[in-house]
């Protein structure tokens, strides 16, 4: 080749060419998306994060969660993630405006988080900062699951303080009940989270029982809050076969000086603490659930069609996905 | 095609060299051992560190309770510091001491201002230490190859513009008005790779683009890293190793100018193939998927130039270890960008997208490819800066095949594994952990392959290390892989 211009050109422009189409132009479309309202200016989706939420992204980044989960739900046409439960509509730009960063993930060793605060216990919605303390629903419904009856069988429930809301049944009762039929309504459709967080955590009894499995026996309800802890903290505690590794360094091991604390993880079995201490979860471990509950793309989206018309129409349609619905790993 | 004037045999050595040119050889490469060795001593330990992690990376995969109590030694801060120690330690490393090598010698000019390229080195290497230490500490953003916090990658552009105002200085006092084939792709490497970081950088840190765009500016940095930084400056390794090695110009010329070309044009746009069916509008996707596609045409004119070059010289690649790998690795370069365009196409993608498919394919292009043509061009060009010969052909035969079956088996289980584990996972009726546990298996294996790359590179490293410490042979005839036998191949190593 003669001559230094040509060359210095075509390097030049072959690479501002793919600059401009592959960044520019797609920053043009839809690099300047706002949040979507209904004509009174209400149901405002999606809201900015809190301040623990955006932090708890940052955890999420940090221990490289995103190298073996997914936040993004693909469309039912190229892949089975609606059929997984992982969402009821493929994602869209919009979900994720106010998400910095923007981890979408490209390996899934684990499940797909996409709408995992979507899934929690409808009282748990919100971040909860009461960890353990949290009512657990013991009599909502059995697990189908093994793994949960064998669990009750052999590991007295935890010493937490439950308050009795809840119908209060022995573990053991809980798991010879034959599996509850699954609930009519899950999440309803519409949550912002200023709405979840209105919703008062412990005083409503359960409208109705979610329609995945719960763990009961000596366990948080399944995605909730506490339930996230104790799978960071334990994760073959909930789910033998997870491949998924523990998070102990996120947690404190300390002893109870005259109270035990409200965040302390309910821990069972080997887990469990000795006599006189108490685990309980580092700021960063709290803001890493925070994150996780405020992960939910289950607000309807106008440019995207939901597949289940509404989230409280499919669960009762399709049974609960039995070990499918495994905890998340 | 000799109508164009261009010296086709330049880096063949001339039989008839006159004592001139070869004094002249000899006090170019003179020029550039100081900085090359630095650059390929550090990338060697890089490459060292590299590998442990990546046994332990791998292990820890399927044996999740490793030592996961101790937060700076958890997989998601392990596997990213493998990651940045391998493409910014090591790959970056060796390949601009090459392409520092290959520009002096072509551009017929003793290497300038060597100091500016040590200090060069010196930065790089704080900067890759820096981002190692900060991903360990929790600082990780989080994106793809990004992940160095941002003290860090202050300082590698910093090593960056130091490493590349010489080349263009270089270039600048270059003999000879021809520009071979070769250092197209290393000026085109030099000047998109400057580009690229600031953009990645400004477009995810400085002023970031808004939510999903932020993932399309990861993946679009990711994939033009490796296809228009490391793929350009393996790519124009092998233009000017194999004629060298074999005394033979180039094929064609008019094959090279559309393959350099077309690689520039379709290269860069690939990408956004792997968010397939992501939130992004379809033509983004779309449009990548069609470039990788294009991407077999400099793939088939790469392919069929190193290919008719090499036409009725194979039988070399028994003596030569430069050679070996550097036909190696070309030939890598075209099963990695098949498998490339296959994983893209919309109806394997479905399966394969959120795999270890994709594992395979950056193993492909980083190590099969790149790393293969790096290690052929180092067994090269140490002997030349050091004046020693490589000390024992074994090692290096035995280097070579740990490598070459440690990839392949590599390759194939991540392939077989991610392929199985797509078909789980897009079954509904299975649970989600069965296409997890269908991996593990081939997890397993894979880390068995890890095995056998320590060994490779260990190997490698101790002849390395015996050659810097000045224990290679002293001898006029390179170190052979076999002896050569005594119909006389006339070999020039």
Redesign the interface.
């Known amino acids: ?2 001559g ?1 211009a040509p ?2 050109l ?3 422009g ?2 501002a ?3 401009v ?3 520019l132009i ?2 043009w ?5 706002n949040p979507q309202s209904d004509e009174e200016g209400t149901d405002i989706y999606p809201m900015p994060q809190s301040g623990m939420v955006t932090r708890g992204a940052r ?10 989960h ?1 936040e ?1 739900v ?2 039912e046409y ?3 993630d609606i ?2 439960k992982w969402g009821d509509r ?22 797909d988080l996409a709408n995992i605060g979507a899934r929690a216990p409808k009282e748990e919605e919100s971040p909860s900062p009461t960890g353990g303390a949290s009512p657990a629903p013991q009599g909502a419904a059995a697990s189908p699951s093994a793994v949960a009856s064998a669990k009750a069988a052999s590991s007295p429930p935890a010493t937490s303080p439950s308050p009795a809301t809840a119908p209060a049944t022995s573990p053991g009762a809980i798991a010879s009940k034959p599996p509850a039929s699954p609930g009519p309504a899950g999440p309803p459709p519409s949550k912002s989270p200023a709405a979840a967080a209105a919703a008062s955590p412990a005083a409503s009894p359960r409208p109705s029982a979610p329609p995945w499995p719960e763990q009961t026996a000596g366990l948080p309800p399944m995605y909730s809050a506490a339930w996230h802890h104790v799978h960071l903290y334990s ?2 505690s909930i ?1 033998f ?10 947690y404190e091991t300390r002893r109870i000086t005259d109270a035990r604390s409200s965040d302390a993880l309910q821990l069972t079995g080997s887990d469990a603490p000795r006599e006189g201490w108490e685990i309980v979860p580092t700021y960063d471990a709290k803001c890493l659930v925070a994150y996780m509950m405020a992960l939910n793309q289950s607000h309807p989206l106008k440019e995207v069609r939901s597949t289940g018309a509404s989230a409280a129409a499919s669960p009762a349609a399709s049974p609960p ?4 619905g ?1 905890p998340a ?1 | 095609m000799n109508s164009t004037g261009i010296p086709l045999k330049e880096p063949a050595i001339s039989a008839a060299a006159g004592d001139t040119e070869q004094l002249e050889r000899a006090l170019i490469d003179a020029s550039t051992r100081v900085p090359v060795l630095i650059f390929y001593t550090s990338a060697v330990a890089w490459l060292i560190l590299g590998t442990l992690l990546a046994g332990f990376v791998s292990f820890k995969l399927h044996t999740p309770d490793l030592l996961s109590d101790i937060g700076f030694l958890t997989w998601g801060r392990v596997r990213p510091v493998h990651m940045n120690v391998m493409v910014y330690g090591w790959a970056s490393m060796a390949g601009m001491g090459t392409a520092i090598w290959l520009m002096a010698r072509l551009c017929r000019t003793v290497l300038r201002y060597p100091l500016l390229l040590v200090a060069g080195a010196g930065f790089w290497n704080l900067g890759v230490f820096l981002g190692v230490c900060g991903i360990l500490l929790g600082d990780s953003t989080g994106y793809q190859w990004l992940e160095f916090p941002s003290y860090a990658a202050i300082i590698l552009f910093v090593a960056y513009t130091l490493v590349a105002s010489w080349a263009v200085l270089m270039f600048r006092f270059r003999r000879g008005e021809q520009i071979y084939i070769t250092q197209w792709y290393l000026l085109g490497a030099f000047l998109w790779f400057p580009w690229l970081y600031a953009a990645g950088q400004l477009m995810l840190f400085v002023v970031p683009v808004q939510g999903v765009l932020q993932a399309a500016v990861g993946w679009w940095y990711a994939n033009n890293l490796l296809f228009l930084w490391f793929g350009a400056i393996g790519l124009g390794t092998a233009y000017y190793m194999i004629p060298k090695v074999i005394g033979r110009p180039v094929y064609s010329y008019h094959l090279a100018t559309i393959g350099f070309w077309s690689y520039a044009l379709f290269s860069s746009w690939t990408g956004m193939q792997r968010l397939v069916d992501g939130p992004f509008p379809a033509w983004m996707v779309t449009a990548s998927i069609a470039a990788t596609i294009l991407t077999l045409i400099p793939v088939a004119t790469v392919g069929l130039n190193h290919h008719m070059t090499m036409q009725g010289y194979f039988p070399l690649m028994r003596y030569s270890p430069t050679l070996r790998f550097t036909v190696f690795g070309a030939m890598s370069y075209t099963v990695f960008s098949l498998v490339g365009v296959l994983i893209s196409l919309r109806s394997v993608a479905r399966y394969v997208n959120f795999t270890q498919a994709s594992i395979a394919y950056s193993h492909l292009g980083l190590y099969a490819f790149f790393t293969m043509v790096i290690f052929g061009s180092m067994y090269y060009i140490v002997p030349r800066l050091i004046g020693r010969e490589w000390r024992y052909g074994s090692l290096i035969k035995l280097h070579f095949w740990a490598s070459a079956y440690g990839i392949g088996l590599m390759t194939l289980m991540l392939l077989a594994g991610g392929l199985t584990q797509g078909a789980s996972m897009e079954n509904p009726s299975l649970a989600f952990s069965e296409s997890v546990e269908s991996v593990l298996p081939y997890l397993r294996g894979r880390s068995l392959s890890g095995i056998l790359l320590m060994v490779s590179h260990f190997i490698f490293a101790y002849h390395f290390g015996l050659m810097l410490f000045g224990l290679g042979r002293k001898s006029t005839v390179p170190t052979f892989l076999n002896p050569v036998e005594a119909e006389g191949a006339e070999v020039a190593h």
């Open positions: 080749m003669k230094l060359l210095f075509g390097i030049f072959t690479f060419f793919s600059w189409g592959l960044t797609p920053n479309q839809i690099g300047h998306l955890v999420y980044a940090a221990n490289g969660c995103n190298y073996c997914s993004q693909r469309a190229s892949g089975a059929e997984r493929r994602s869209a730009p919009r979900d994720y405006i106010f998400e910095r960063p923007v981890l979408l993930g490209k390996m899934r060793m684990g499940q994760p073959r789910n076969d997870s491949n998924m590794p523990s998070y102990r360094f996120l996905p039995a070990p499918g495994q790993k």
